[in-house]
């Protein structure tokens, strides 16, 4: 019996070694991992962005996730979804495509497909480099860099702007402030709809419209709100749509422009930086004490040269550009007053100056308005500047306001 026994089992051996074999040679083996099964959800969350949430099923590892159709395809990479975690993103494109990655590149699964329309978030202002500015009297002018700029309607003749940074209204489109030469407070966006929040009844004296700049920002604790000052210069206001406008700050030196909130001394928190009546820029910590802005000295003619936020160098702590006495860029705001760079020969208008990536690069230039009434850039600010017009599809320079400036 033992041989027997013996020669079964070395049949069924060798059988069982040449099925293995055969299936690593032919690949039936090699199994991919099953891609994960969830519910996704892609809906417009806020200004420029969507939110898209998961809404049940399998934990996503975001490492594998690519999502066609995004400014940002590896906007979860890092990231680990389970049910109801959302991840604000950038749709700039109709079709978006969330596509599970297997380990074999020619088994990637796309897990779900979204039609999407992105100029629900006020495309215009979502686009990179996207800059503000009015150069006529009865509209505001956008203006994207390499395209035909685009026009949205305004109540009145315009006195002052800011910049389209948050939804105001509440309707997922990114708001414009300005000031009508009737000093009134209002705001559009992409609908074209213009809705008053404020008018000089509304508060003690005058709104504020000559040489100054406005501001809508959602800043410490607070709903998303238009930022202003009244023309005695001695209270900066808030309001928001259905409320009554209310009073931030009452600085000792005025106020005579809003700039925005930013972290300009390093403590982690954001600031509202604004100009005070000697054009020097200052800000109110979230406590209400009111601190100043070393070597922030700016100057005013037919506009003010009050500044832009921003952070070009990633070190976490913002910088304010603004334009000094001699026509130059200044760039100030670094802790304890350490850091004052000027660029100059650019003969900057004495107007309100921006901050965007008006040439692609992924790096922000600083943007103003040339004394002609041009639109220009400086690229590189902390290493080699260089100056360049801001031309449209057809090369023409684009016009700017030498009072509004550009936001």
Not at 199 to 219: F, H, L, N, P, Y
Not at 318 to 343: H, M, Q, R, Y
Not at 351 to 371: K, L, M, N, W
Request: charged fraction near 20%; proline fraction near 5%.
């Amino acid at each position: 019996m033992s041989p027997v026994v013996g020669g079964a089992l070395l049949i069924a051996i060798v059988v069982i070694l040449a099925t293995i074999t055969g299936a690593i040679i032919f690949g039936i083996a090699d199994d991919e991992p099953p891609a994960p099964a969830a519910r996704l959800q892609l809906e417009p969350g806020g200004s420029c962005q969507f939110e898209l949430t998961h809404r049940g099923g399998d934990s996503l590892d975001g490492d594998r996730i690519t999502v066609q159709g995004l400014t940002d395809p590896d906007a979860l990479a890092g990231r680990r979804l389970t049910a109801e975690d959302a991840v604000p993103v950038t749709p700039d494109e109709s079709t978006v495509r969330v596509v599970w990655n297997a380990p074999d590149a020619n088994a990637n699964h796309v897990l779900q497909t979204f039609d999407v329309d992105p100029s629900t978030t006020s495309g215009w202002a979502c686009t990179s480099g996207s800059v503000l500015t009015s150069d006529a009297s009865d509209h505001i002018t956008v203006l994207r860099p390499g395209e035909d700029p685009i026009e949205l309607s305004a109540t009145s003749s315009l006195d002052a702007l800011g910049s389209a940074d948050v939804d105001v209204t509440g309707d997922g489109r990114s708001d414009v402030p300005y000031v009508t030469s009737g000093d009134v407070i209002a705001i559009t966006n992409g609908t074209n709809d213009s809705t008053t929040l404020a008018t000089s009844s509304d508060i003690t004296g005058t709104v504020e419209g000559a040489k100054t700049r406005i501001t809508a920002a959602a800043w410490n604790g607070n709903d998303p709100s238009v930022y202003f000052v009244n023309e005695s210069h001695d209270a900066i206001y808030r309001v928001a749509p259905g409320e009554s406008p209310t009073v931030v700050a009452t600085p000792g030196d005025s106020a005579q422009a809003v700039l925005g909130p930013g972290d300009v001394d390093g403590d982690g928190d954001r600031e509202l930086l604004f100009s005070d009546g000697s054009q020097h820029v200052r800000y109110v910590e979230p406590d209400g004490s009111i601190e100043k802005v070393e070597n922030g000295g700016t100057v005013s003619s037919q506009g003010i040269g009050s500044g832009s936020i921003a952070d070009f160098d990633d070190d976490g702590v913002d910088v304010v550009v603004t334009v000094d006495g001699s026509n130059d860029l200044k760039i100030v705001g670094e802790p304890s007053g350490e850091g004052k760079t000027t660029i100059s020969s650019v003969d900057a208008a004495q107007a309100p100056v921006t901050v965007a990536d008006v040439d692609g690069d992924g790096d922000s230039e600083a943007v103003y308005v040339f004394t002609s009434g041009h639109l220009k850039y400086v690229d590189d600010v902390y290493g080699s500047p260089t100056i360049s017009f801001i031309k449209d599809g057809d090369g023409d320079r684009f016009g700017a306001d030498n009072s509004t400036g550009v936001v």
